[in-house]
T-cell receptor
Framework: QKEVEQNSGPLSVPEGAIASLNCTYS??????FFWYRQYSGKSPELIMS????GDKEDGRFTAQLNKASQYVSLLIRDSQPSDSATYLC???????????FGSGTRLQVQP | DTAVSQTPKYLVTQMGNDKSIKCEQN?????MYWYKQDSKKFLKIMFS???????INETVPNRFSPKSPDKAHLNLHINSLELGDSAVYFC?????????????FGNGTRLTVT
């Protein structure tokens, strides 16, 4: 079982819709969770971090964490074509000193 | 500008050669990392230094040798390059490896071995 799992996609949504990206992780003791966005040929950039169960909102982005289900998600409201990118889920596992990344979900927002 | 910068951006070389990638951060962070991203976009940790001390050394061929002359710099030297070393190598930094600090990435070095 991979430590951090994401559906590779592509996830295709129309402009203005809500995009829902999901991530599961295997280490039940994980405490820190991050979403990064990576445009083709560019470096990952941090979008959201979440540490407690529940929702965390930042503009059009909402991160959701459910530690009991070992599940973290990212919602993008009012999706724009400029949101088209690969979204990487990253988890800080128990006693780990580095983030473990999922393989990313490619999002395509259709104009 | 405050950032993580790495050079070169592109590196094309032949099998068997030795090459180095350099990284510098001016964010004042104590910890620096090397990640490798393969063609399927999977980012995998290779090494990490905290204030010049090696704290992460994942299962990486010993042809790869990191060096950190000070906490703002982390270099990666690769000996006897192989085709499978072709990837994008990202340098990153964070304030503290043991807390919730996020990673800040450099722009990457695309290594192509022919």
């Amino acid at each position: 079982q991979k430590e951090v799992e994401q559906n590779s996609g592509p996830l295709s949504v129309p402009e203005g819709a809500i995009a829902s990206l999901n991530c599961t992780y295997s280490d039940r003791g994980s405490q820190s969770f991050f979403w990064y966005r990576q445009y083709s040929g560019k470096s990952p950039e941090l979008i959201m971090s979440i540490y407690s169960n529940g929702d965390k909102e930042d503009g059009r982005f909402t991160a959701q964490l459910n530690k009991a289900s070992q599940y973290v998600s990212l919602l993008i409201r009012d999706s724009q074509p400029s949101d088209s990118a690969t979204y990487l889920c990253a988890v800080k596992g128990t006693g780990r000193r580095a983030l473990t990344f999922g393989s990313g979900t490619r999002l395509q927002v259709q104009p | 500008d405050t950032a993580v910068s790495q050079t070169p951006k592109y590196l094309v070389t032949q099998m068997g050669n030795d090459k180095s990638i350099k990284c510098e951060q001016n964010l004042g962070h104590d910890t620096m990392y090397w990640y490798k991203q393969d063609s399927k976009k999977f980012l995998k940790i290779m090494f990490s230094y905290n204030n010049k001390e090696l704290i992460i050394n994942e299962t990486v061929p010993n042809r790869f040798s990191p060096k950190s002359p000070d906490k703002a710099h982390l270099n990666l030297h690769i000996n006897s390059l192989e085709l499978g070393d072709s990837a994008v190598y990202f340098c990153a930094s964070s304030q503290d490896p043991w807390d919730n600090s996020p990673l800040h990435f450099g722009n990457g070095t695309r290594l192509t071995v022919t």
